[in-house]
């Protein structure tokens, strides 16, 4: 499932981003302005139902910006 890949690299993503300054989840959620429940599922790779402000919430708390695209699908 696509929605389930993509999930998953974006928790990755998150993730690593944390590591790099050693933000612990606590201070993670409080940059994002929400719970330490709500980030454990922008973690969550299985979790996809994670609604889009709370990625753009934790891309921002570590520094990035967020970007969606849609292309052109191959022809089949």
Known sequence: MQA?????????AVGEAMKEPNL???????????????LDR?????YTAVQLDSLIK???AVGR????????SAPT
């Open 4 to 12: 389930a890949a993509v999930k998953r690299a974006l928790a990755e």
């Open 24 to 38: 612990p989840k606590a201070k993670m959620a409080r940059r994002m302005g929400t719970s330490r429940s709500q």
């Open 42 to 46: 922008v973690l969550d790779p299985a």
């Open 58 to 60: 934790a891309a921002n």
């Open 65 to 72: 910006d967020l970007r969606i695209s849609l292309k052109r």
